[in-house]
């Protein structure tokens, strides 16, 4: 099975501030991979699939970069509705699909 | 409005069985791989299982794979995933979720329900 690794597990930042979270996978996975957003108490939101294309309605300060193993998910300048668990997401495994562990990013 | 709308969760016994249903509405049903995917509470999210279009690709998570068996009436526009033997480990918020349009040249979930509860405990 393919495992999604995630860096950092937690962070702290300002408003304003470029924010970058790492996925890794344990083998190569093209480019089938995706993020999502999600906010306390509320279901994930997709951001970026296709590790780089930017889902409708998304604001263009997120955006996605990598293939193969190495992934990166980019907030340009962090707002304050901004602050809340992102995961990464494999779907080249198909039918079998695996997130990563999340990274929280939090008001510093 | 493209909605997904989860039913059948509540608290059971370690052992026991449990039927979620998803009803779909908005979006041709029958055009898209449909998914389950959990949160237990504090944690983070865990893929439970897919179901193509016309059912014939089905996958499930290595957690959940014997007990748990995924299914789609496109009839119906509804989804289900029957929990048998269910375990405390099972206690978690499921999600149905839609995945993308197939033209996209790729695979991930764009509409998630907003999910039901399913507790495990004696």
């Known amino acids: 099975d393919i495992q999604m690794t995630q860096s950092p597990s937690s962070l702290s930042a300002s408003v304003g501030d470029r924010v970058t979270i790492t996925c890794r996978a344990s083998?190569?996975?093209?480019?089938?991979l995706n993020w999502y957003q999600q906010k306390p108490g509320k279901a994930p939101k997709l951001l970026i699939y296709?590790?780089?294309s930017l889902q409708s309605g998304v604001p263009s300060r997120f955006s996605g970069s990598g293939s193969g193993t190495d992934f990166a998910l980019t907030i340009s300048s962090l707002q304050p509705e901004d602050f809340a668990t992102y995961y990464c997401?494999?779907?080249?495994?198909?039918?079998?699909?695996?997130f990563g562990q999340g990274t929280r990013v939090e008001i510093k | 409005e493209v909605q997904l709308v989860e039913s059948g969760g509540g608290l059971v016994q370690p052992g026991r069985s449990l039927r979620l249903s998803c009803a779909a509405s908005?979006?041709?049903?029958?055009?898209?791989?449909m998914h389950w995917v959990r949160q237990a509470p504090g944690k983070g999210l865990e893929w439970v299982s897919g179901?193509?279009?016309?059912?014939?690709?089905?996958g499930y998570a290595d957690s959940v794979k014997g007990r748990f068996t995924i299914s789609r009436d496109n009839a119906k526009n509804s989804l289900y995933l029957q929990m048998n033997s269910l375990r405390a480990e099972d206690t978690a918020l499921y999600y149905c979720?839609?995945?993308?349009?197939?033209?996209?040249?790729?695979?991930?979930?764009?509409?998630w329900g907003q999910g039901t509860m399913v507790s495990v405990s004696s």
């Open positions: 179901i193509n279009w016309n059912s014939g690709g089905i």
């Open positions: 979720v839609k995945d993308i349009p197939p033209n996209w040249n790729s695979r991930a979930f764009d509409i």
């Open positions: 296709a590790a780089s």
């Open positions: 083998q190569s996975i093209t480019s089938y």
């Open positions: 908005g979006f041709t049903f029958d055009d898209y791989a």
């Open positions: 997401q494999q779907s080249y495994s198909t039918p079998v699909y695996t």
